[in-house]
């Protein structure tokens, strides 16, 4: 027997969200509700819903706070979202948008519609790839490394660690990973040497390169660094980490089917 899909909806509006409820039901999905912000985080971080429908305007934590909330925790930051609101400005919209919201449906709204953005959200989710890339992860802090090993892994991330540049880069020759992840502190060499080695290296220059610094070193460095695909700022954001790999992963992948095959 095939599991239903969960639906959390998290609005403070008790009546509209009983007659959500109840069409959601309707149509097979189970029905997880939050009447405010904080309690929506809570519930998505222990039962971990299939897909968030959220309202923006809610006592205590609005809704575009709940998204930046959902997005930074290893827990929920995978989870699929579509606002539906009250709120009907542009502004709204392109941010929820921006944040990386699956739609943006006004109230009132039509059911139709947001049945068919709810099953296009979850197909979606379904056909993506389960399994994710192989990360490099350069850095001389075991204690970080060993933690972010651990957070990769469980999101589904094959990982090799090393604690020296050098050895980073003749794990990457030899392992060929998707993505380095390079502490900035870790190059016993000065960084941008370790940088312009990869850039130049015919088995590396087109793997994609981040630099783990902190704030401070990221704004006097110059970001236009041959390779340097972006900075990642320490202390890290895991959620955030976790979707800039995966976007990072899609458009390598793109690129890849889409670059002619040698010797045309």
């Known amino acids: 027997m095939i599991a239903k899909k969960r639906i959390l909806v998290v609005d403070d509006?008790?009546?509209?969200?009983?007659?959500?409820?109840?069409r959601l039901r309707i149509e097979g999905y189970e029905v997880l509700?939050?009447?405010?912000?904080?309690?929506?985080?809570?519930?998505?971080?222990?039962?971990?819903?299939?897909?968030?429908?959220?309202?923006?305007m809610m006592p205590g934590m609005d809704g575009h706070s709940v998204f930046d909330t959902l997005k930074k925790s290893i827990l929920t930051w995978s989870i699929p979202v579509i606002y539906l609101t009250a709120k009907t400005s542009q502004a709204d919209e392109l941010?929820?948008?921006?944040?990386?919201?699956?739609?943006?449906?006004?109230?009132?709204?039509?059911?139709?519609?947001?049945?068919?953005?709810?099953?296009?959200?979850?197909?979606?989710?379904d056909q993506a790839e389960k399994k994710e890339g192989r990360v490099l992860v350069i850095d001389k802090d075991l204690t970080f490394a060993g933690d972010c090993e651990a957070k990769l892994k469980q999101a589904g991330y094959e990982v090799v660690l090393a604690p020296t540049a050098e050895e980073g880069l003749r794990s990457a020759r030899g392992w060929s990973p998707d993505i380095i992840l390079l502490d900035f502190q870790t190059s016993h060499d000065d960084t941008h040497a370790s940088i312009k080695v990869i850039s130049?290296?015919?088995?590396?220059?087109?793997?994609?390169?981040?630099?783990?610094a902190p704030q401070t070193i990221m704004e006097k460095t110059d970001p236009q660094t041959a390779h340097l695909e972006k900075f990642i700022a320490k202390?890290?954001?895991?959620?955030?980490l976790l979707e800039t790999l995966q976007g990072t992963l899609r458009m390598k992948r793109s690129r890849d089917r889409t670059r002619p095959p040698e010797g045309r």
């Open 33 to 56: 509700v939050a009447e405010d912000g904080i309690k929506g985080v809570q519930i998505a971080r222990k039962e971990k819903p299939d897909l968030i429908i959220l309202d923006i």
């Open 13 to 22: 509006e008790m009546d509209f969200v009983k007659m959500l409820q109840a």
């Open 235 to 240: 202390p890290v954001s895991y959620g955030q």
């Open 200 to 212: 130049h290296d015919d088995t590396l220059k087109d793997i994609p390169l981040f630099i783990l």
């Open 95 to 125: 941010l929820a948008m921006e944040k990386g919201a699956r739609y943006y449906l006004t109230k009132p709204y039509n059911p139709a519609m947001l049945l068919e953005m709810v099953k296009s959200a979850l197909a979606s989710d």
